[in-house]
């Protein structure tokens, strides 16, 4: 089982997505995997600064999700914290774009993880605008 960190970073009513270059046209929250040894909040840490260029700010856990990877096609297990970040996000390393969604669009592929469980979590709580 893949294992991945991500965080749900939500300004104003809409969650942060990105994309990645090898398949641009899909959607995820950002975050990856953990390298050996590391713990959790590390992970996504690191992986926040790699990607994005920004830090977590008082990261919260949200949920523990199990779906298929929609790149890797394997089973995945994805702790998400909900999280601000330090500064404006900026897309680094692998990504292609970035964009601030409501959950509702129709033109957005997100992964299955984030369209099935993240997404309507957030819509269940009362963060989304959708």
Do not use: N, Q
């Not at 950002?30 to 959790?40: A, F, L």
């Not at 700010?57 to 330090?86: D, H």
Request: hydrophobic share 50%; proline share 9%; net charge negative.
């Amino acid at each position: 089982m893949l294992i991945v960190v991500a965080a749900a970073v939500v300004r104003a009513g809409r969650l942060l997505v990105v994309s990645k270059r090898a398949a641009p046209e899909v959607f995820y929250l950002p975050g990856g995997k953990p390298d050996p040894g590391e713990m959790p909040l590390e992970a996504l840490a690191r992986e926040l600064d790699e990607e994005l260029g920004v830090r977590p700010v008082e990261p919260r856990l949200l949920a523990e999700v199990e779906a298929m990877a929609a790149l890797e096609k394997v089973p995945m297990r994805m702790t998400v914290y909900e999280a601000e970040v330090s500064r404006t996000p900026r897309p680094a390393a692998e990504l292609a774009e970035l964009r601030w969604i409501s959950g509702a669009e129709e033109d957005v592929e997100l992964a299955p993880a984030v369209r099935d469980h993240v997404v309507p979590l957030l819509g269940e709580r009362g963060l989304l605008g959708c």
